[in-house]
């Protein structure tokens, strides 16, 4: 949204706020206050006084040009959430309940494109979304600290290994030992052999899969 007011005062005033850091700050969060209204009316407007040389600016987005302006951003949320099931190795069938978490799971356009996505299963909106991370980080720190029964809330959390772990072999590539999402403790077995006979021992690298996209 920023970038689409910056292109809009260059039009009005050929002007561009990109060579000030401050003006583009300033629009920045102007845009945040216009997203945040955006979510529960159909149309925001701001002032900025002097924002760029003097200049006083001020911007008008419908909430239809936002979501058009950042249908990619969402439509990445709803590649994550799928992704997410696949390396759960989960249907979207077997899902009992969709949690917003965040604040921007108040935006109109996420929450329809999620409810599609899961076949218009209605969306649980229990917990209020600023709070829900706060929420799950509280609980952790309970369990932690040997404060909170999981068994009477009929769930279970588990560590798990974020990244792939494994080494390196011969042709430099990586060999998975222990792949991602493996429950930590844990403990994984791998044969390989070295590249010339009657060898007494052998080197290599412990490598992480990074993650990319």
């Known amino acids: 949204m920023a970038e689409h ?3 809009d005062f260059f039009k009005k ?9 401050k003006a583009l700050m300033r629009l920045r969060m102007a845009c ?13 407007k701001f002032e900025i006084d002097s924002l ?6 001020c911007g ?5 040009r936002f979501e058009e302006l950042n249908l990619d951003l969402f439509s990445k949320c709803i590649m994550h959430v799928a992704k997410c099931l696949g390396d759960a190795e989960m249907d979207k069938s077997q899902v009992h309940d969709v949690v917003l978490v965040g604040g921007s799971t108040k935006i109109p356009k996420v929450q329809q494109m999620l409810q599609d996505f899961f076949d218009g299963k209605k969306l649980c909106k229990k917990i209020n979304p600023d709070e829900g991370v706060a929420y799950g980080a509280a609980v952790q720190a309970a369990i932690l600290n040997g404060e909170y029964n999981q068994e ?3 769930f279970l959390l588990l560590d798990v290994t974020p990244l792939s772990l494994g080494i390196e072999i011969n042709d430099g590539d990586m060999s998975v030992v222990i ?15 070295t590249i010339v006979d009657n060898e007494t021992g052998a080197a290599s690298w412990l490598l992480v899969r990074l993650r990319f996209g």
């Open 32 to 44: 945040e206050r216009a997203k945040r209204m955006l979510s529960s009316t159909a149309q925001a």
């Open 152 to 154: 009477e809330q009929d």
């Open 5 to 7: 007011f910056v292109q």
């Open 60 to 64: 008008t987005i419908t909430r239809a």
């Open 13 to 21: 005033h050929k002007s561009d706020l990109r060579g000030s850091p």
């Open 179 to 193: 792949p991602r999402n493996t429950t930590i403790p844990g403990k994984m077995d791998g044969g390989y052999t």
């Open 52 to 57: 760029h040389n003097g200049i006083d600016f």
